[in-house]
Protein backbone atom coordinates (compact mmCIF):
# COMPACT_ATOMS: atom_id res chain seq x y z
CA UNK A 1 0.00 0.00 0.00
CA UNK A 2 1.12 3.68 -0.65
CA UNK A 3 2.09 5.32 2.34
CA UNK A 4 3.94 8.52 0.70
CA UNK A 5 1.97 11.31 2.34
CA UNK A 6 3.05 12.38 5.52
CA UNK A 7 0.61 11.60 8.69
CA UNK A 8 1.15 14.30 11.28
CA UNK A 9 2.99 12.79 14.49
CA UNK A 10 1.43 11.25 17.11
CA UNK A 11 0.89 13.53 20.30
CA UNK A 12 2.48 12.73 23.13
CA UNK A 13 -0.74 11.04 24.96
CA UNK A 14 -0.50 8.32 22.08
CA UNK A 15 2.28 6.42 23.20
CA UNK A 16 0.19 5.63 26.82
CA UNK A 17 -2.63 4.51 25.03
CA UNK A 18 -1.07 2.40 22.22
CA UNK A 19 1.82 1.36 24.25
CA UNK A 20 3.99 -1.24 22.41
CA UNK A 21 1.64 -0.92 19.44
CA UNK A 22 2.47 3.06 18.75
CA UNK A 23 4.38 1.60 15.62
CA UNK A 24 1.47 0.31 14.22
CA UNK A 25 -0.22 3.08 14.91
CA UNK A 26 1.76 5.68 12.90
CA UNK A 27 1.65 3.38 10.24
CA UNK A 28 -1.84 2.92 10.11
CA UNK A 29 -2.19 7.25 10.13
CA UNK A 30 -0.04 6.57 7.68
CA UNK A 31 -2.08 4.73 5.15
CA UNK A 32 -5.45 7.01 5.70
CA UNK A 33 -3.33 10.09 5.07
CA UNK A 34 -2.20 8.04 1.61
CA UNK A 35 -4.10 4.90 0.26
CA UNK A 36 -6.89 6.10 2.43
CA UNK A 37 -7.44 9.39 0.57
CA UNK A 38 -6.66 8.12 -2.75
CA UNK A 39 -9.45 5.56 -2.27
CA UNK A 40 -12.09 8.43 -0.72
CA UNK A 41 -12.30 6.64 2.87
CA UNK A 42 -11.81 9.66 4.56
CA UNK A 43 -11.26 13.37 3.60
CA UNK A 44 -8.18 15.27 2.66
CA UNK A 45 -9.33 17.55 5.69
CA UNK A 46 -9.39 14.83 7.99
CA UNK A 47 -5.29 14.68 7.65
CA UNK A 48 -4.74 16.90 10.21
CA UNK A 49 -6.65 15.79 12.89
CA UNK A 50 -6.48 12.26 12.03
CA UNK A 51 -4.67 11.53 15.43
CA UNK A 52 -7.43 13.12 17.99
CA UNK A 53 -10.46 12.85 15.83
CA UNK A 54 -9.82 9.46 14.22
CA UNK A 55 -7.05 7.26 16.37
CA UNK A 56 -7.15 8.51 19.89
CA UNK A 57 -10.99 9.31 19.50
CA UNK A 58 -11.26 5.41 18.69
CA UNK A 59 -9.26 3.80 20.62
CA UNK A 60 -10.47 5.72 24.25
CA UNK A 61 -13.48 3.29 23.41
CA UNK A 62 -12.08 0.86 24.76
CA UNK A 63 -12.44 1.60 28.22
CA UNK A 64 -16.68 0.67 27.66
CA UNK A 65 -14.89 -2.86 26.69
CA UNK A 66 -14.41 -5.68 29.39
CA UNK A 67 -11.27 -7.67 28.90
CA UNK A 68 -11.34 -10.33 26.36
CA UNK A 69 -14.19 -9.39 24.94
CA UNK A 70 -15.69 -10.33 21.72
CA UNK A 71 -16.44 -7.19 19.84
CA UNK A 72 -17.83 -6.40 16.59
CA UNK A 73 -17.21 -2.98 14.54
CA UNK A 74 -20.18 -2.28 12.78
CA UNK A 75 -19.79 -0.21 9.64
CA UNK A 76 -16.64 -0.51 9.97
CA UNK A 77 -15.43 1.76 6.68
CA UNK A 78 -12.15 2.62 6.77
CA UNK A 79 -11.38 0.86 10.14
CA UNK A 80 -12.89 3.00 12.78
CA UNK A 81 -13.16 2.66 15.39
CA UNK A 82 -12.14 -1.62 15.04
CA UNK A 83 -8.65 -1.19 13.54
CA UNK A 84 -7.27 1.97 17.03
CA UNK A 85 -9.33 -0.22 19.35
CA UNK A 86 -7.48 -3.54 17.93
CA UNK A 87 -3.94 -1.73 18.39
CA UNK A 88 -4.81 -0.44 22.09
CA UNK A 89 -6.46 -3.60 23.00
CA UNK A 90 -4.85 -6.59 21.50
CA UNK A 91 -6.78 -9.21 24.55
CA UNK A 92 -10.09 -8.26 22.22
CA UNK A 93 -11.35 -10.58 19.48
CA UNK A 94 -12.46 -8.44 17.01
CA UNK A 95 -14.73 -8.77 14.24
CA UNK A 96 -14.64 -5.78 11.39
CA UNK A 97 -17.83 -6.04 9.84
CA UNK A 98 -18.62 -3.63 6.25
CA UNK A 99 -20.67 -4.38 3.26
CA UNK A 100 -19.04 -2.90 0.69
CA UNK A 101 -16.47 -4.24 -1.41
CA UNK A 102 -13.76 -1.65 -1.52
CA UNK A 103 -14.44 -0.90 1.82
CA UNK A 104 -13.74 -4.76 2.61
CA UNK A 105 -10.59 -4.81 0.38
CA UNK A 106 -8.75 -1.88 1.99
CA UNK A 107 -9.90 -3.56 5.64
CA UNK A 108 -7.93 -6.58 4.34
CA UNK A 109 -5.03 -5.03 3.24
CA UNK A 110 -4.82 -2.79 6.56
CA UNK A 111 -5.47 -6.07 8.72
CA UNK A 112 -2.11 -7.68 6.79
CA UNK A 113 -0.08 -4.80 6.60
CA UNK A 114 0.00 -4.09 10.22
CA UNK A 115 -0.25 -7.97 11.00
CA UNK A 116 -3.53 -7.83 13.24
CA UNK A 117 -5.17 -10.55 14.52
CA UNK A 118 -8.74 -9.47 13.58
CA UNK A 119 -11.70 -11.04 11.45
CA UNK A 120 -13.08 -9.19 8.58
CA UNK A 121 -16.39 -9.87 7.68
CA UNK A 122 -18.42 -8.74 4.03
CA UNK A 123 -21.79 -8.27 4.52
CA UNK A 124 -24.70 -6.28 6.77
CA UNK A 125 -25.53 -6.50 10.23
CA UNK A 126 -29.19 -7.26 9.33
CA UNK A 127 -28.68 -9.96 7.27
CA UNK A 128 -29.29 -13.95 8.03
CA UNK A 129 -26.26 -14.96 7.63
CA UNK A 130 -24.12 -11.97 9.41
CA UNK A 131 -26.55 -12.68 12.47
CA UNK A 132 -26.27 -16.38 12.47
CA UNK A 133 -22.07 -15.67 12.63
CA UNK A 134 -22.05 -13.22 15.24
CA UNK A 135 -24.95 -13.72 17.26
CA UNK A 136 -23.42 -13.55 21.31
CA UNK A 137 -20.86 -10.36 20.81
CA UNK A 138 -20.54 -8.98 24.16
CA UNK A 139 -19.95 -5.45 22.63
CA UNK A 140 -20.89 -3.68 19.58
CA UNK A 141 -18.86 -0.68 18.37
CA UNK A 142 -20.10 1.53 15.69
CA UNK A 143 -19.29 5.43 14.55
CA UNK A 144 -21.21 7.64 11.94
CA UNK A 145 -23.36 4.66 11.11
CA UNK A 146 -27.32 5.22 11.64
CA UNK A 147 -29.54 6.68 13.78
CA UNK A 148 -29.64 5.46 17.24
CA UNK A 149 -33.27 3.41 16.58
CA UNK A 150 -31.93 1.69 13.52
CA UNK A 151 -28.72 1.47 14.83
CA UNK A 152 -30.11 -0.34 18.14
CA UNK A 153 -32.35 -2.47 15.65
CA UNK A 154 -28.94 -3.98 13.82
CA UNK A 155 -26.82 -4.36 16.91
CA UNK A 156 -29.24 -6.30 19.22
CA UNK A 157 -29.53 -9.63 17.13
CA UNK A 158 -25.74 -9.43 17.25
CA UNK A 159 -25.22 -9.16 21.33
CA UNK A 160 -26.06 -11.31 23.99
CA UNK A 161 -28.38 -10.70 26.54
CA UNK A 162 -26.33 -8.09 29.29
CA UNK A 163 -24.05 -7.56 25.81
CA UNK A 164 -24.03 -3.62 25.15
CA UNK A 165 -23.86 -1.08 21.85
CA UNK A 166 -21.22 1.46 22.34
CA UNK A 167 -21.59 4.18 19.81
CA UNK A 168 -19.63 7.30 19.20
CA UNK A 169 -22.23 9.86 18.42
CA UNK A 170 -20.74 13.20 19.74
CA UNK A 171 -22.77 16.16 20.11
CA UNK A 172 -25.91 14.53 18.89
CA UNK A 173 -25.57 12.09 22.07
CA UNK A 174 -28.81 13.81 24.17
CA UNK A 175 -31.26 14.58 21.18
CA UNK A 176 -30.75 10.86 20.11
CA UNK A 177 -31.49 9.44 23.25
CA UNK A 178 -34.64 11.99 24.06
CA UNK A 179 -36.06 10.66 20.24
CA UNK A 180 -34.97 7.05 20.27
CA UNK A 181 -34.98 5.68 23.77
CA UNK A 182 -38.51 4.51 23.98
CA UNK A 183 -38.11 2.81 20.33
CA UNK A 184 -35.00 0.98 21.75
CA UNK A 185 -36.93 0.00 25.25
CA UNK A 186 -39.76 -1.68 22.89
CA UNK A 187 -36.51 -3.76 20.88
CA UNK A 188 -34.91 -5.44 24.18
CA UNK A 189 -32.75 -2.56 25.12
CA UNK A 190 -31.89 -0.67 28.43
CA UNK A 191 -32.20 3.13 29.15
CA UNK A 192 -29.42 4.55 26.74
CA UNK A 193 -26.79 6.49 28.56
CA UNK A 194 -24.57 9.34 27.35
CA UNK A 195 -20.90 7.95 28.75
CA UNK A 196 -17.19 10.25 28.10
CA UNK A 197 -14.13 8.21 27.39
CA UNK A 198 -10.44 9.55 27.14
CA UNK A 199 -10.67 12.37 29.24
CA UNK A 200 -7.40 12.69 30.62
CA UNK A 201 -6.00 12.50 27.25
CA UNK A 202 -8.70 13.84 24.78
CA UNK A 203 -10.60 17.54 24.70
CA UNK A 204 -13.31 17.11 24.37
CA UNK A 205 -12.95 13.81 25.36
CA UNK A 206 -15.67 10.65 23.26
CA UNK A 207 -18.95 11.17 23.55
CA UNK A 208 -21.22 7.53 23.13
CA UNK A 209 -24.23 6.40 23.49
CA UNK A 210 -24.18 2.53 25.47
CA UNK A 211 -27.12 0.52 25.64
CA UNK A 212 -27.75 -2.87 26.99
CA UNK A 213 -29.23 -5.62 25.35
CA UNK A 214 -31.90 -6.45 28.30
CA UNK A 215 -34.30 -9.05 26.62
CA UNK A 216 -33.62 -12.07 24.66
CA UNK A 217 -35.22 -11.49 21.49
CA UNK A 218 -37.53 -13.69 19.47
CA UNK A 219 -36.65 -14.44 16.04
CA UNK A 220 -35.14 -11.48 15.36
CA UNK A 221 -31.90 -12.70 16.28
CA UNK A 222 -31.72 -14.31 13.05
CA UNK A 223 -31.77 -17.41 11.70
CA UNK A 224 -31.14 -19.58 7.95
CA UNK A 225 -28.21 -20.09 6.30
CA UNK A 226 -25.63 -17.39 6.17
CA UNK A 227 -25.74 -15.78 2.32
CA UNK A 228 -22.77 -17.12 0.46
CA UNK A 229 -21.81 -13.82 -1.19
CA UNK A 230 -22.61 -11.01 1.25
CA UNK A 231 -22.04 -13.09 4.68
CA UNK A 232 -18.91 -14.48 2.77
CA UNK A 233 -15.97 -14.76 5.78
CA UNK A 234 -12.96 -12.72 3.72
CA UNK A 235 -10.29 -13.09 7.08
CA UNK A 236 -9.61 -15.87 8.90
CA UNK A 237 -9.65 -15.65 12.61
CA UNK A 238 -6.16 -15.88 13.98
CA UNK A 239 -4.95 -16.53 17.37
CA UNK A 240 -3.80 -14.21 19.98
C1 LIG B 1 -20.19 6.88 7.22
S1 LIG B 1 -19.39 5.32 7.16
C2 LIG B 1 -18.51 5.28 8.68
C3 LIG B 1 -17.35 4.33 8.62
C4 LIG B 1 -16.52 4.24 9.91
N1 LIG B 1 -17.29 3.64 11.00
C5 LIG B 1 -15.99 5.59 10.32
O1 LIG B 1 -16.39 6.12 11.35
O2 LIG B 1 -15.16 6.15 9.58
C6 LIG B 1 -20.72 4.15 7.47
C7 LIG B 1 -20.31 2.73 7.17
O3 LIG B 1 -21.34 1.86 7.60
C8 LIG B 1 -21.51 0.85 6.63
N2 LIG B 1 -22.88 0.34 6.78
C9 LIG B 1 -24.02 0.96 6.43
N3 LIG B 1 -25.09 0.19 6.70
C10 LIG B 1 -24.61 -0.96 7.26
C11 LIG B 1 -25.22 -2.16 7.74
N4 LIG B 1 -26.54 -2.32 7.69
N5 LIG B 1 -24.43 -3.13 8.24
C12 LIG B 1 -23.07 -2.96 8.29
N6 LIG B 1 -22.46 -1.84 7.84
C13 LIG B 1 -23.20 -0.87 7.32
C14 LIG B 1 -21.25 1.56 5.31
O4 LIG B 1 -20.92 0.68 4.24
C15 LIG B 1 -20.09 2.47 5.68
O5 LIG B 1 -18.84 1.89 5.48
Same mark, same amino acid.
Do not use: A, N, T, Y
Given at each position: MDEKAAAPAPPESASSIFGDALPAAVRFAELLAAAGIERG?? %?? *??VERLWERHLLNSAV? %?? *?VPDRARVVDLGSGAGLPGVPLILARPDLDVTLLEPMARRVAWLEEVVDALGLSATVLRGRAEEPGVKQRLAGADVVIARAVAPLDRLWGWSAPLLRQGGRLVALKGESAADEIERDGAAVGRAGGGHPSVERCGADVLDPPATIIEVERMSALGRASGRGRPRQRSAQRTRKEQGH
Open positions: LI %GP *REV %GE *R
